[in-house]
């Protein structure tokens, strides 16, 4: 049972192009929603993280943005540079940072 | 400062053998989480630890074991491999149990033949 569904499974965009990854969840519990990044042979890294009472949240060239009536979220990546090429993960939790439920996983490549 | 380090980094077993797993967390963390991350896909949850005490267990059967040490270092014990336990095994750590964020090492690339 997949508790978070993450589309599309690849992404290329060129350079300074707006990649947008959807989420969508069911468990109405969950209450932190993190995206993460992982870099080939590296573990995932905290990218950035919004609670369901926020719509939108950005950090530096990264935008989450929340729905909770569709349980629905989705990152975008303001102009996009080739070093955010990478597999990116949404994510749920209930209760904080722990016990963390990916969804299956964005490639994103970012042409020159 | 060292981020979490996880030890083998690579590691070829045979079904039906044992393997143990080893992670050191970050100076100063307590809690420590196992995922398991199948080519392809996001991580699963395996276990939580905080102050040497099972927090959390994910739907893995028991052949997958754990435990926390008073240094808070943590081991991941994997008894009757099967074909389908080839992942990379991930832990990652955290100051406290429930309100910071984890931070991950780069696993252990557990293959099995």
């Known amino acids: 049972q997949q508790q978070v569904k993450q589309s599309p499974q690849s992404l290329i965009v060129q350079k300074g192009g707006i990649p947008i990854i959807n989420c969508a969840y069911e468990?109405?519990?969950?209450?932190?929603f993190p995206w993460y990044q992982q870099f080939p042979g590296k573990g995932p890294a905290l990218l950035i993280a919004?609670?369901?009472?926020?719509s939108e949240k950005k950090e530096g060239r990264f935008t989450i943005s929340f729905n909770k009536s569709a349980k629905q979220f989705s990152l975008h990546i303001m102009d996009s540079q080739p070093g955010d090429s990478a597999t990116y993960f949404c994510a749920a939790s209930i209760g904080g940072y722990q016990k963390v439920t990916f969804g299956i996983g964005t490639k994103l490549q970012v042409i020159p | 400062d060292a981020g979490v380090t996880q030890s083998p980094t690579h590691l070829i077993k045979t079904r039906g053998q044992q393997v143990t797993l080893r992670c050191s967390p970050i100076?100063?963390?307590?809690?420590v989480s196992w995922y398991q991350q199948v080519l392809g896909q996001g991580p699963q949850f395996i276990f939580q630890?905080?102050?040497?005490?099972?927090?959390g267990r994910g739907n893995f059967p028991d052949r997958f074991s754990a435990r926390q040490f008073p240094n808070y270092s943590s081991e991941l014990n994997v008894n009757a491999l099967l074909l389908g336990d080839s992942a990379l095994y991930l832990c990652a750590s955290s100051t406290t149990g429930f309100n910071q964020p984890q931070h991950f090492g780069d696993g252990t690339r557990l293959s099995i033949l």
């Open positions: 100076s100063g963390h307590k809690s």
């Open positions: 630890y905080y102050e040497k005490e099972e927090r």
């Open positions: 468990n109405t519990a969950f209450d932190y």
């Open positions: 919004i609670r369901p009472d926020v």
